[in-house]
């Protein structure tokens, strides 16, 4: 298993950061998508919370192998464009080299151009997480309104060093 930070870090105390930080995205994003104009832009620390949640989400269905969980969290024009399944398909990489990004919970994101609201009325958060020396997460997660709340359209990972992606 290729881990990113050493296994003390990544233990209980990651889990459950990890789970509270997954409880508190899924109270507050509900209650931005009620409060706010669905054009607005939410403020950054919600971004940061939706991206580590999107992030673990993905991350523990590569850990796992069931891909049910991310299937079911994304906004429904992705969800039924992609089965679980073909999510396992498509992610294979990172499961078969054991490639899990749980370092994210403890680093912050760098968004590599502003938050922004684009034509299809997506979200856009595009970034990088700087998990170590050596390994940066690089991300990029579009957003809709489904269902009340902002929910993944699209979702690319790649792992490397900094500089490298």
């Known amino acids: 298993m290729k881990e990113l ?3 003390a870090v990544t233990g209980r105390v990651v889990r459950a950061f990890s789970a509270l930080a997954f409880v508190l995205l ?3 994003a509900s209650a931005i998508a ?3 104009p669905q054009e607005e832009v939410p403020a950054p620390i919600f971004q940061e919370m939706m991206i580590k949640s999107a992030l673990m989400t993905f991350n523990d269905a ?3 192998g069931n891909y049910t ?3 079911e969290s994304l906004a429904k024009p992705f969800r039924d464009q992609y089965s679980a399944d073909k999510l396992k398909e498509v992610f294979k990489p990172f499961a078969d080299n054991h490639i899990f990004i749980n370092a994210i919970v403890v680093a912050k994101p ?3 151009e502003p938050a922004r609201i684009d034509e299809r009325g997506a979200l856009l958060l595009h970034g990088y997480f700087d998990v170590s020396e050596v390994s940066r997460v690089t991300f990029a997660l ?3 309104i489904s269902e009340g709340v902002w929910k993944v359209i699209n979702i690319q990972v790649k792992v490397g ?3 490298a992606n």
Request: proline residues 12%.
């Open 69 to 71: 969980v991310l299937q």
């Open 34 to 36: 009620q409060d706010t």
């Open 142 to 144: 579009d957003y809709l």
């Open 161 to 163: 060093k900094p500089g």
């Open 5 to 7: 930070f050493p296994p």
């Open 62 to 64: 590569n850990i796992t």
């Open 110 to 112: 760098v968004l590599t």
């Open 26 to 28: 899924l109270s507050t």
